[in-house]
Antibody
Framework: EEQLLESGGGLVQPGGSLRLSCAVS????????MSWVRQAPGKGLEWVSD????????YYADSVKGRFTISRDNSKNTLYLQMNSLRAEDTAIYYC?????????????WGQGTLVIVSS | DIQMTQSPSSLSASVGDRVTITCRAS??????LAWFQQKPGKAPKSLIY???TLQSGVPSKFSGSGSGTDFTLTISSLQPEDFATYYC?????????FGQGTRLEIK
């Protein structure tokens, strides 16, 4: 069974940093591109960042560009999101999601999410 | 960026009803369109991809159609477990974008 388990969320002060992880099992991680998608409290879904199966191609939403860094370690079947210069508007549940390698592929798998709260 | 606009934003229906949700893209996305169901406190669940292909395990009461800029999700014979929020999402180009969601409530 496919499992994606996010961790690393928590309470952080504005301007602070946090590193999220997404541990994958049950499917071939190195054959999947991965994304982070977030959802602010009571709001809709917002795509944050995407990384290709080998990490060669990376994309960010304008709202996080220059502050967040996506990476992956295929030897550990783990996806990461380094979040710096955090703002109150970054408060959200962060989901990792997997899609088959390729330029236009849908999200097949989702984690259960980890909550990030940015507040003083 | 491609904007995805869903309508309606909320919808009240009764058990047994058939409902349709529409999603419009601000530019053509061929059929690179997915639909998700989300229940409170849960992760999104994939229902349909490529505009009309049912994800494995999703009941046939869910159906999708459309291509280009206009898409629909139809749910027939509503059951209590179908009341949730539904999102469309384009994966034609970056940044991937979602519709604002349609909240389906019990009348």
């Amino acid at each position: 069974e496919e499992q994606l388990l996010e961790s690393g969320g928590g309470l952080v002060q504005p301007g602070g940093s946090l590193r999220l992880s997404c541990a994958v099992s049950g499917f071939s991680f190195s054959s999947y591109a991965m994304s982070w998608v977030r959802q602010a409290p009571g709001k809709g879904l917002e795509w944050v960042s995407d990384i290709s199966e080998r990490g060669a191609s990376i994309y960010y939403a304008d709202s996080v560009k220059g502050r967040f860094t996506i990476s992956r370690d295929n030897s550990k079947n783990t996806l990461y999101l380094q979040m710096n210069s955090l703002r109150a508007e970054d408060t959200a549940i962060y989901y990792c999601a997997g899609r088959l390698a390729g330029r236009r592929s849908r999200f097949d798998y989702w984690g259960q999410g980890t909550l990030v709260i940015v507040s003083s | 960026d491609i904007q995805m606009t869903q309508s309606p934003s909320s919808l009240s229906a009764s058990v047994g009803d058939r409902v349709t949700i529409t999603c419009r893209a601000s530019q053509g996305i061929s059929n690179y369109l997915a639909w998700f169901q989300q229940k409170p406190g849960k992760a999104p669940k994939s229902l349909i991809y490529a505009a009309s292909t049912l994800q494995s395990g999703v009941p046939s009461k869910f159906s999708g159609s459309g291509s280009g800029t206009d898409f629909t999700l139809t749910i027939s014979s509503l059951q209590p477990e179908d009341f949730a929020t539904y999102y469309c999402q384009q994966y034609y180009s970056y940044p991937f974008t979602f519709g604002q969601g349609t909240r389906l409530e019990i009348k």
